[in-house]
Structures are given as C-alpha cells and as structure tokens.
C-alpha cells in the first residue's frame, strides 16, 4: 500500500473489514437462500473474518493464505449469479470476486494485470462498496418500489461500477465516464430510497445513506475531473479516507440496515403467472413468447398405443428416458403436484420449479401441462401431450408460452430460443423410444 499515507492504509483495513464481515454477509441475509445457498451461514462472515485479518499481516504467504478462504467465497457467490432476477444484484453478486483475487495478490506481494500496491489494494473496497453494496442496495430497492428513479439506478450502476473498473486498463477519461454515470445512478437510487415507507428508524438511517451518497459522489466526480484533466484534486490517500469511508458507512451499512428494517412483502408461493390453463385450450395469451412444436412418433397407431406413451407421459417415464433429471410430488402428474427440474450437471445444475395444472385423457390426446413458481427462470405454462390425428400417426406436441424472469435470460434473448428447441428435441427423442418399444412389443 505504498501509495497510500499510513492514517489511509488503517482506514482502508477498517473498511475493508467492514465490508467482508458485516457488509458482505447482511446482503447476503437480505437476498435469501433463494438467491444465495445458505445466505445465512456463518461461514460467510468467517471467511471475511479471515480476510480482515490477513490486511493488518506484513505482506507475504500467511497474508494470502489467510485472504484465499475469502475468495473462494466468493467465487461461490460469481456462480449464484444465474440464480438472481435482476442485473444489479448479479454484479452485486460478480463483483467481490474481483475483490477477493485484488486482495490475494496484494497480500501476497503479486502484481495483478499490470497493477500492485495500493491500487490492488483500492480495488478490493470498490468492488466490496460500489460492486456489492452499492448495485445490491440498487437491486433492493427496485424490488420494493418500481419507479422511474429506480429503473434509471437499474440501468445506470452496474455499468458505472464496471465502466470504473475498466478505467483503470483503458484510460482516466474512461473512468471520468463511469464516476459519472455511476454517480447518476446512485443519486436516483439514494432519491428513491427516500420515499421507502417504514419505521423511523428506518427512515432515518435510508436518509443518511441517501445524504451521504449525494455528497461523497462529488467527491468522486472532483477526483476523476481531475485525473482525467490534470486540474487540482484529492489525493488517494485523502479519497480513501473521505469519499472510502463516506461511501461504506454512510451510504451502503446505513442503506442496507434501512432495507432490512422495512416491512417485507413475502413472495407469493403458487404460480408466477395470471393465465392459468392457456395451453389447454390452445389459444395463448398475449405477452408471452409462443412456442408450437409436433414431433412424430410413429404411425399406424391404435388408441392403445397413445394410451400406453400417453401413460409413460404422465408418470415422467418420457422425462426419464430422454435422461432429464426430474424429483416430482407424486408418482404421476395430477393438477397440484409440484415438480422440479434440473438441467445441467452437478453443482451448476439450475432447480427449475413448476406446478401441474391441468392433466387430460381423452381418445384423442394424453398429456398435462405445469406452470412455473417462484425460482423458476421464465414465468409461463408449459403443455405436453401424446396426440393421435385421424391419419393414424402418433405425435409427441408441445404448446407453451413464456417470458425470460432472469436477468441472464433475457440477455441471452434468441439462444433461449434455440436451448428450448434443444430441450423438447430431447423429450420427443425419449418419448420417440417409449413409443418404440410400444411399437415392437405389440409387433412380437
């Protein structure tokens, strides 16, 4: 920490301790285990433990190895990054990482990407401040009140925080463009977060941070005018220990203990959408992705052999014989039974919940649909049936319709697309082999 005077090097271990021991693990409670497994553990506040410690160490490998359980928490916390909602809170959630691997190598005595030394050093209560705090204090406040100040600090600081960031490679212009447009972003949010309704003592510690925010990003936009235009500004020592400081108590402990205080709002636990039942009757509703897929299964079909798939339909034989990983309520699918899915492997595998909301058995069709609950990352229905036309052929025929409810969904915009194509391809494929096997056991 070279660059920094001795009274800024104390102050930036304090807030650096903050920010992995109370910080860190208060917005993790605020999320939830929806969002982060064990959001509440006290792991978490452990590991940044160890890494408060590993700040006020002599530079060198007890220092980093103290500092490595912190990142590998935090490498956890880049990978809950698909299971949140809204873009603030997956920077909220991506950026300690960049923190956490500053701090291992400044304490280790490593240069990172060029960099080392009190920049390192900077770079880990940035990214615990403006990265977490700041974009999950965004990302909060946008789930209790949807206004325009909101949608504006949504839009606005993610990018700032990481516009800063990139600064730092590409130049201090650069990085006048990212304080400003972060400072735009927090002061919509720091006005928002004014008109909250809750305790006094709520109010009052959202005011503070809403203040403070307001005169500390000033500070910010001095200094970066002034590393961008040579124009007389702050030190880093001095920024450290005002705007630093300011910034971490003032505005992100105070903004997050005033959240926490406020009434919650417990998320419904049925369904996420309104028009339940669509797919059966086969008109969709508006606002939503439609999606119509016929796959054939085989031909010259009897109605015993749409019985007999129909059947391995409802009672997930389809699911499991296209290898698709599925942990039902119940042995068959019946209106009210929960189900959940996981696509992909292992500890990166996605729990994809949904609710069976109509089944049917006619002469003609076999099949039901489920809807999708809280967790799920589209909201929508989703039908599968086992149909049988009047030429005698059988097809495995999907009806959905959908929106993306993740902010990495609607990111991926057309790829969702194509990924569901995929996944029905390999549901039919399985069903394609029930209806096989129906095929040659009725031939033998």
């Known amino acids: 920490m070279s660059e920094l005077s001795p009274v800024a090097e104390d102050a930036l271990r304090v807030v650096v301790g903050l920010g992995t021991v109370v910080v860190l693990p208060l917005g993790l409670r605020l999320l939830g285990d929806r969002a982060v497994p064990r959001s509440r553990s006290l792991l978490w506040p452990l590991a940044g433990l160890l890494a408060a410690v590993s700040v006020w160490l002599p530079v060198g490998a007890p220092a980093a190895l103290l500092a490595t359980p912190f990142a590998a928490a935090c490498l956890v916390l880049a990978v809950c990054t698909v299971r949140v909602r809204t873009f603030p809170v997956a920077v909220a959630l991506a950026t300690p990482l960049v923190g956490a691997a500053a701090l291992v190598a400044e304490r280790a005595g490593w240069g990172l990407l060029g960099f080392s030394g009190g920049y390192l050093a900077l770079t880990v209560p940035h990214m615990l401040f403006a990265g977490f705090g700041a974009c999950l204090v965004v990302g909060l ?239 929508g229905e989703e039908a599968f049936t086992v149909e049988r036309d009047d030429a005698g052929d059988l097809w495995f025929v999907v009806t959905a319709f959908s929106v993306p409810d993740r902010w990495w969904v609607r990111l991926a915009g057309p790829l969702t697309v194509v990924g569901q194509r995929l996944y029905l391809r390999v549901l039919a494929r399985g069903a394609r082999r029930l209806a096989v096997v129906r095929q040659l056991g009725r031939v033998s």
Do not use: K
Request: glycine letters at 10%; hydrophobic letters at 50%; aromatic letters at 6%.
């Open 141 to 379: 406040v946008a789930q209790t009140t949807a206004t325009p100040l909101t949608r504006v600090a949504g839009v606005a600081v993610p990018p700032g925080v990481l516009l800063v960031l990139a600064g730092y490679f590409v130049s201090d212009a650069a990085e006048l463009v990212g304080a400003v447009v972060l400072t735009a972003g927090l002061w919509c949010a720091a006005a928002a977060t004014v008109g909250l309704v809750g305790s006094r003592t709520a109010r009052l510690l959202l005011r503070v941070g809403a203040v403070t925010i307001a005169v500390s990003m000033l500070l910010a936009l001095w200094w970066a005018v002034g590393e961008a235009t040579g124009l007389a500004h702050p030190s880093l020592s001095w920024m450290a220990v005002t705007h630093g400081v300011a910034n971490a108590v003032g505005f992100v402990l105070c903004s997050l203990l005033g959240l926490r205080l406020l009434p919650t709002t417990p998320q419904p636990p049925g369904l996420t959408y309104a028009e339940i039942g669509a797919t059966q009757a086969g008109r969709l509703p508006q606002g939503y992705r439609h999606l119509r897929v016929r796959h054939l299964l085989m031909s010259g079909a009897t109605t015993l052999d749409l019985a007999s798939v129909g059947d391995a339909l409802l009672r997930w034989r389809v699911h499991e014989a296209a290898l698709v990983q599925v942990l039902p309520d119940g042995p068959e699918a019946v209106p009210g039974l929960r189900v959940v899915s996981r696509p992909g492997a292992g500890p990166v595998s996605l729990p994809v919940p949904c609710e069976v909301v109509w089944v049917e058995r006619t002469t003609d069709r076999v099949g039901f649909a489920y809807g999708t609950l809280p967790g799920h990352p589209f909201r």
